[in-house]
């Protein structure tokens, strides 16, 4: 239930450490903004990378829920913190309501699992440390 415990996940996190140091903040830009400015339905893959984009922002901010040692990318732990954009912080903001909005593959495949609110509670920590900026 993690932002990463899935391999599209894991896949874009892969992407985030093989990016150039100076590029990391517009791979996350991108991943943020591909769900924050999607109109219509969202896709799963947009969705997904979104949380876990928006989760690397959350934990770069004071308080901020730590990044999974296992799952998450490496960078943060190896390169030292990123250089996150303050305007980054709205922005996973906007993206992660879209995701668990009703219009959402994402939210869709946990609703028919039966751990949407589950799912919710746990990442609950990535919101507040993002709304508390």
């Not at 993690?2 to 590029?23: K, N, R, V």
């Not at 997904?48 to 829920?65: N, R």
């Not at 909005?101 to 799912?119: I, K, N, P, T, Y």
Request: hydrophobic fraction near 45%; charge should be negative.
């Amino acid at each position: 239930m993690g932002p990463f415990d899935d391999d599209t996940a894991c896949d874009w996190g892969y992407d985030l450490d093989e990016a150039i140091p100076s590029e990391r903040s517009a791979v996350l830009r991108e991943a943020l903004a591909a769900a924050a400015d999607a109109t219509g339905y969202l896709p799963y893959v947009e969705g997904t990378q979104a949380i876990a984009a928006a989760a690397i922002v959350a934990a770069h901010q004071p308080g901020g829920p730590a990044l999974d040692a296992v799952y998450s990318p490496d960078c943060p732990r190896t390169d030292g913190p990123l250089d996150i954009p303050t305007d980054l912080i709205g922005l996973s903001l906007r993206a992660f309501d879209r995701v668990v909005a009703e219009d959402s593959h994402w939210r869709e495949l946990w609703e028919e699992a039966g751990r949407f609110d589950e799912l919710i509670a746990a990442l609950a920590p990535i919101r507040t440390a993002l709304h508390g900026c």
